[in-house]
């Protein structure tokens, strides 16, 4: 049923692809899946937390409380009986902005947008409100799961896991890659990359681009690239200012962007773009990626 499922989701993500002109306004929106919408989600909680008490933090029980009630709310099923948080509606818009300025659209966007093309998107017909809801809050593997609870494991399976682990991590981390270079407004795949591997930008530095983006009405790329780009072109007659709080972060985002400027120009030399990705997965050659990203020869 989890298999079928996911086909089904698959085929109306590829419905939205070859209607998007009538669906959205730009080829490269983004389409956020569970994890995706997850972290967003974290994010708004985080950002409505600031604004109420200061601080830019949440925690894990409220993003998942908040995250039940969101799933049932967005696709209008009963929320009767259902525990929400404190400024949900808040938490809600900032989210909805979060997307908007991202380039990027849910699952659930992108299920009602399709419901409108019912005569093109035949396949949405065969996906209810409570099947989405499920497959995103993963109850559809439940039941797999569950058969291999009592399986001893042994070491051999448990270094099949580890290695499963690494080689996703792995997906994950070229696809944010991917991601950042069609859509440069995608936060959430710069916040997945933006110290992988480790440039010494952590959670300062990308709150200290976050808050430059708010200011400017950018995105969190835009402002990065812009940033080093004055530097490097500016020479030794420009330099930031002592106040500007991206000062301290120089050697690692000028290590970030040019590291992309090289993806780019790499995507820009094959002659079919689309199987990049499967390119840099089959190539298993992770140290060369690394020292690429570090600067390293």
Known sequence: MAELNQKSILDMIKEFRRNWHTLCNSERTTVCGADSMLLALQLSMAENNKQHSGEFTVSLSDVLLTWKYFLH????????????????????????????????????????????????????????????????????????????????????????????????????????????????????????????????????????????????????????TSFIRTLELGGKGYAPSPSDPLRAHVKGLSNFINFVDKLDEILGEIPNPRRYKFICWKANNWNKFWKCSSGQK
């Open 73 to 224: 709310e967005k696709l209008n099923l009963p929320v009767e009986n259902m525990e929400v948080i404190d400024h949900y509606e808040d938490i809600r818009r900032i989210y909805d902005d979060f997307l908007k300025n991202s380039n990027m659209l849910d699952l659930i966007d992108v299920y009602k947008k399709c419901g409108v093309l019912i005569s093109s998107c035949e396949n949405n017909a065969n996906i209810s409100p409570s099947q989405l809801r499920d497959f995103l809050s993963g109850r559809e593997y439940v039941a797999a799961d569950e058969t291999d609870l009592y399986v001893p494991t042994s070491p051999m399976s448990k270094h099949n896991q580890d290695n499963e682990k690494v080689q996703l991590l792995a997906r994950k981390i070229i696809y944010s890659y991917l991601s950042l270079l069609v859509n440069s407004k995608n936060d959430l795949a710069l916040a997945h990359v933006l110290n992988i591997p480790d440039r010494g930008l952590g959670r300062e530095a990308f709150t200290d681009l976050k808050h430059a983006a708010q200011e400017k009405k950018m995105s969190i790329f835009l402002v990065a």
